[in-house]
Every structure is written in structure tokens, then in C-alpha cells.
């Protein structure tokens, strides 16, 4: 089933974020990843079958692989679990959300969000590339100072970065967020945490690179979100997924142009085809659209794990 929206009678809705829909509940939060795609920032209409279990579950996988480096949010992902919580806080018939619910869904602990995106890079691409270009361009020819990051003027598109940097942004509730230097992220939030926060972003993209490599993945980029517990830093949200990471093929990269990747590359394709103003509502997708794109995020889902997505 393509699940674009959800309602749980008796639950108050936290957040209705572009792609998940979070609940507050007594003492924790249930985070339900949804099939909602956006693109250009708009939410359109219908869904990308399979995409919120994808979201899930390869957070999930990646939370286990890097638990040793930091603490994260998660409680549960069993929706037997989750349904019985779901009774404790008094949802009228709570087991007819288990369809809804299985594999897409997990409770986790409260938090309070930092405020910033961590973001590590590990090669030049997107946004990044992009401003990169204009520094070169309006620069000396030395060096190219990128948000506190200093690199050779001579890189082209893709080329992996001497070292992974950490080059956070600033989130928005609409719109793109912004790209900040670690100096300006630390005068937001202060020195020791954005220390941490650094530290903590490259040594799980570290780790997860070498993992991902050795499944014929390049991550090209990713971004972290963060949660204060208890006074300790722990992840939150989701983790190195096609969502909020930049997945290339290793047997397909090449530096010097743009690549494909695990996400909804179609989607902007195809959008970008049309006479779309990029404003709302969106057009509505073609089916084969639909089906590749689909196919991308299990691809992901596969190429990273080893295993077909859980049905």
C-alpha cells in the first residue's frame, strides 16, 4: 500500500515534516516515514511506493552499525511493540494501524532538536559544487575558502575532497537550508557542542563510507540531525539514507560531470522537462516515473544491506 498521509485517532501530531509524520506520546515519539515525495521543495501529489519502508529500515540499519560511536533515538521499530503503545495511550482500536504501521514506523525517545544540519562531505557535489565554482571564479587562483573549508582552486564536479569536511547548515521550516561555516554554527549554538557535533559527523561518515565502499556505494554527502537527552548528544530523525545522502555507484563514477544516484534523480529529471513554475500543487507523476524511482530507493535499500527490503 502507498501510504501518503496518516491520522491516528487519539495521538496529537508533533510534526508533519515533508516525509514523516511524528506523534507525541507520553514519554517518547512515534516517527512514521511516509511514501510523500517532494522536489523543488513541493510535496506532491500521490507517492513512491515502498519509499517510507526504505527510509526505515535503512535508518535502522545504520543506527545498529554506528550505535557504538553515539547513542541515537530509537526505541523500538516491532510494530507488536508499537501497537501495544499505541493501546497504553489509549488509541481506540489500535491494531487496525498495523498495515499502516509495519515497516515504516518506529517509537523513539524525546529529545531537543539542535538547531543545525551536519553536514559531512566527502566529495564535491550539489550545493557545494556550486558555490565552489563562484569562489573560483571571483577568487585569487590560491585557495578556495569554502564556509571555513580550505581547498585547492583546481577540483572539478565530483572530485573526492582531499579529506571529508564538515560544513554545517542552517535548518529551515521552508525553503532550502543554508550552508554555514563551523565558526558561525559554533557562535549559534555554542563552541563545545559544535566540536562535538563535528566530531562525532565525520567519525560515522567515516565509518559508514568504508562500509558503503565496500558495497560498490560511494556516499557522497550526507546530513545528520542531532538531539540533546539526559545532557548527552544522541542522533535523531533518520540516518544515511537516499533522503539525506547522496549515493553514487562506484562502478559508475566519474569525476568531471554529475552522477546518478539512489534517490528521486527521475523525479527532477522529469520535472525539470515540464513548464512547472516549481510552485504548489506539483504534477502529478507518470507511472513509469513512479516505478523507477521506486526501484531506486530499493536499489539503495539492497546495494547497502545485502538483502532484498523485508515485505
Not at 523543488?40 to 519509499?51: A, E, R, S, Y
Not at 504534477?283 to 536499489?299: A, C, G, M, Q
Amino acid at each position: 500500500m502507498i501510504v501518503r498521509s496518516t491520522d491516528i485517532h487519539g495521538l496529537k501530531k508533533h510534526v508533519t515534516g515533508k516525509v514523516r509524520d511524528v506523534y507525541e506520546l507520553a514519554d517518547s515519539l512515534l516517527l512514521v516515514a511516509t511514501d510523500r515525495l517532494s522536489a523543488f521543495d513541493v510535496v506532491l501529489p500521490g507517492g513512491i511506493p515502498d519509499k517510507g519502508r526504505v527510509l526505515t529500515q535503512l535508518s535502522l540499519f545504520w543506527f545498529d552499525m554506528t550505535k557504538d560511536i553515539v547513542q541515537n533515538h530509537v526505541i523500538t521499530a516491532d510494530v507488536d511493540e508499537i501497537i501495544k503503545r499505541l493501546r497504553f495511550e489509549g488509541v481506540p482500536n489500535a491494531a487496525s494501524y498495523r498495515e499502516m504501521l509495519e515497516g515504516r514506523s518506529m517509537l523513539g525517545v524525546k529529545a531537543e532538536p539542535v538547531p543545525i544540519e551536519c553536514v559531512v562531505r566527502g566529495y564535491l557535489a550539489g550545493s557545494a559544487w556550486a558555490e565552489y565554482r563562484e569562489l573560483v571564479a571571483s577568487g585569487d587562483g590560491a585557495t578556495v575558502n569554502l564556509h571555513g573549508v580550505v581547498l585547492p582552486p583546481n577540483l572539478i564536479e565530483s572530485d573526492k575532497l582531499p579529506e571529508p569536511v564538515f560544513t554545517p547548515a542552517t535548518k529551515a521550516t521552508t525553503g532550502h537550508d543554508e550552508n554555514v561555516s563551523a565558526d558561525k554554527a559554533r557562535e549559534m549554538v555554542g563552541k563545545e557542542l559544535v566540536d562535538e557535533l563535528e566530531r562525532l559527523s565525520l567519525e560515522i561518515y567515516r565509518k559508514a563510507s568504508n562500509y558503503a565502499a565496500s558495497r560498490g556505494i560511494i556516499i557522497s554527502d550526507t546530513k545528520f540531525e542531532f538531539g540533546i537527552r539526559d545532557g548527552k548528544v544522541i542522533l535523531i530523525d533518520e540516518l544515511l539514507t537516499p533522503d539525506s545522502s547522496r549515493f553514487w555507484a562506484a562502478d559508475d563514477y566519474v569525476p568531471g560531470r554529475s552522477q546518478a544516484s539512489f534517490d528521486k534523480q527521475f523525479v527532477r529529471d522529469y520535472l525539470l522537462a515540464l513548464d512547472w513554475d516549481k510552485t504548489y500543487p506539483g504534477p502529478e507523476l507518470p507511472p513509469d516515473i513512479v516505478e523507477k524511482t521506486s526501484e531506486k530507493y530499493r536499489e539503495a535499500y539492497r546495494r547497502i544491506t545485502g538483502q532484498d527490503l523485508p515485505r
